[in-house]
């Protein structure tokens, strides 16, 4: 069974980094695409952030473009997701995931993903 679980949450200044990781566990993520989502009370959940597996493309929503960086490390069946520059806009819970199918992510299709993380909240204060 596989399990993914995030870490590097936290509350900070409108401004500052916060750099999340998402490890997985139970097998082998290689073959997979990475992604994150975040989600606000009462919203839909919102693609932010995913790689490929192979030849590591990555895909950004709009609002963090420039600003968030997310990479994998297959050695350490981890991913990331390096937050800068954050804005109060940002505050929300922040999911891992991985996909088979990186059109997925593309297509910001969160029903498409095969494993999610439990979620970790990052809060910015304005």
């Known amino acids: 069974q596989v399990q993914l679980v995030e870490s590097g949450g936290g509350a900070v200044q409108a401004g500052e980094s916060l750099r999340l990781s998402c490890a997985a566990s139970?097998?082998?993520?290689?073959?997979?695409?990475w992604g994150w989502f975040r989600q606000t009370p009462g919203k839909e959940r919102e693609f932010v952030a995913a790689?490929?597996?192979?030849?590591?493309?990555?895909r950004y929503a709009d609002s963090v473009k420039g600003r968030f960086a997310v990479s994998r490390d297959n050695t350490k069946n981890t991913a990331y997701l390096q937050m800068n520059s954050l804005e109060s806009g940002d505050t929300a819970e922040y999911y891992c995931?991985?996909?088979?199918?990186?059109?997925?992510?593309?297509?910001?299709?969160?029903?498409?993903?095969?494993?999610w993380g439990q979620g970790t909240q990052v809060t910015v204060a304005s």
């Open positions: 790689i490929s597996d192979r030849d590591s493309l990555t």
């Open positions: 995931s991985a996909a088979l199918n990186f059109l997925a992510y593309v297509r910001g299709d969160a029903c498409r993903v095969q494993y």
């Open positions: 139970g097998r082998p993520l290689n073959a997979y695409s």
